[in-house]
């Protein structure tokens, strides 16, 4: 079965440049959801989207931005990293109103 | 304010122990209850979830008790195996208020010992 896609797995960056994440949710999923999970911490949630719309924001910093396209990938854009930004990003997907969560396996982000 | 409390942070057991994470919550409006597995450098993973209106849900060697009441959960898990270390995570949702984001614990790290 497909699961949510997310890229790159792996990614180094030095202080105040600027990265994209990407995620692929499960076919007909609809809605989106980005969180951030530091070393040994529990996933906070950052930003969510539904039908390529805005549907909720959680602790997103100024300097991250995200959105949804018509196929319903998502993209993470994060400007000007600094090193506490260096964790593990999660993308999951899921239908409207489904209670399932499906995370994808995460896109690690090490700022040096 | 850590909305959903875990606990303990960790928990060694031996093999076919039972080992019980629990959680405990404030939001009277929190309407969804799964758990998530976790292992190193792989994403969470839905285990089992409940909902308020039952007080039990049993999945394989895996239990989820409820305690409306007192506004704690708990995992149960029987017959425990090595291949079971992983963080488990607790989590709660919200539906009512038109957000469908996850609120999860701090997490616990089991060990199995073989």
């Known amino acids: 079965a497909a699961g949510v896609i997310q890229s790159p797995r792996h990614l180094i960056k030095e202080k105040r440049e600027t990265a994209t994440l990407k995620c692929y949710p499960i076919?007909?999923?609809?809605?989106v959801y980005w969180y951030q999970q530091g070393p040994g911490q529990d996933p906070q949630f950052l930003i969510s989207f539904y039908e390529k719309m805005q549907s909720d924001k959680g602790s997103i910093p100024d300097r991250f931005s995200a959105q949804q396209f018509s196929d319903y990938h998502s993209e993470l854009n994060m400007s000007s990293l600094e090193l506490g930004d260096s964790a593990l990003y999660f993308c999951a997907s899921s239908s409207k109103g489904a209670n399932v969560l499906t995370f994808g396996a995460g896109s690690r982000l090490t700022v040096l | 304010q850590q909305q959903v409390k875990q606990s303990p942070q960790s928990l060694i057991v031996q093999k076919g122990g039972i080992p019980i994470i629990n959680c405990a919550y404030e939001n009277t409006a929190f309407d969804y209850f799964p758990w998530y597995q976790q292992f190193p450098g792989k994403g969470p993973a839905l285990l089992i979830a409940i909902r308020p209106d039952v007080s039990e849900k049993k999945e394989g060697r895996f239990t989820i008790s409820f305690n409306k009441s007192a506004k704690q959960f708990s995992l149960h898990i029987m017959d425990s195996q090595p291949g079971d270390s992983a963080t488990y995570f607790c989590?709660?949702?919200?539906?009512?208020?038109?957000?469908?984001?996850?609120?999860f614990g701090k997490g616990t790290k089991l060990s199995v010992i073989p």
């Open positions: 076919p007909r999923h609809d809605t």
């Open positions: 989590a709660a949702r919200d539906s009512g208020a038109g957000s469908y984001q996850l609120t």
